[in-house]
T-cell receptor, first 112, second 111 residues
Framework: DTAVSQTPKYLVTQMGNDKSIKCEQN?????MYWYKQDSKKFLKIMFS???????INETVPNRFSPKSPDKAHLNLHINSLELGDSAVYFC???????????FGQGTRLTVV | GENVEQHPSTLSVQEGDSAVIKCTYS??????FPWYKQELGKRPQLIID?????GEKKDQRIAVTLNKTATHFSLHITETQPEDSAVYFC??????????FGAGTQVVVTP
């Protein structure tokens, strides 16, 4: 299937743990993103990579670290998880930086 | 930075009627304006977009208009159907893929 796919779909973990979310796109896009959607449905960009280079790094705690091993993958590692990190995290990709992004199915992270 | 305001936050329409969602943006240099539809529990999906060199764009029952002078843009859905029920997000960006999203509009189409 042609898509942006991210794993896992659901993630429940305890405070203080470290977790990773993986994302892969087979659309041949050169730009990938991580977005956070909070409980009020507000979508906010966290990071963006263009050709494996970090181009957007919003005001995000440094507990969040993205990693792009190649143009088709963008992973998100979160250290020392906090209750406030609970949200849906969406990976997305686009061809170029001035186009609409295609979103993955989301990862619902719940920190207990 | 860019700030996008979206109204209304909820919109209830009867099936067959039209729905209009409005957004204003703060950075006059913004040049790309996509709209996304998000059904419950699903991913946001791009439904239409417009660039600053165009005033209006239409795709079947949906259309988007852009007023650069007033820095606002709108989504119009005609002949609404129950499957149009979803949260709709507007967004704006000027460069480097940094989409700034509006807060979303919950559209409910009642039969």
């Amino acid at each position: 299937d042609t898509a942006v796919s991210q794993t896992p779909k659901y993630l429940v973990t305890q405070m203080g743990n470290d977790k990773s979310i993986k994302c892969e796109q087979n659309l041949g896009h050169d730009t990938m993103y991580w977005y956070k959607q909070d409980s009020k449905k507000f979508l906010k960009i966290m990071f963006s990579y263009n050709n494996k280079e970090l181009i957007i790094n919003e005001t995000v705690p440094n507990r969040f670290s993205p990693k792009s091993p190649d143009k088709a993958h963008l992973n998100l590692h979160i250290n020392s998880l906090e209750l406030g990190d609970s949200a849906v995290y969406f990976c997305a990709s686009s061809q170029g930086t001035d186009r609409g992004a295609f979103f993955g199915q989301g990862t619902r992270l719940t920190v207990v | 930075g860019e700030n996008v305001e979206q109204h209304p936050s909820t919109l209830s329409v009867q099936e067959g009627d039209s729905a209009v969602i409005k957004c204003t943006y703060s950075d006059s240099a913004s040049n790309y304006f996509p709209w996304y539809k998000q059904e419950l529990g699903k991913r946001p999906q791009l439904i239409i977009d417009i660039r600053s060199n165009v005033g209006e764009k239409k795709d079947q029952r949906i259309a988007v208009t852009l007023n650069k002078t007033a820095t606002h843009f709108s989504l119009h859905i005609t002949e609404t159907q129950p499957e149009d029920s979803a949260v709709y997000f507007c967004a704006a960006s000027k460069s480097w893929g940094k989409l700034q999203f509006g807060a979303g509009t919950q559209v409910v189409v009642t039969p």
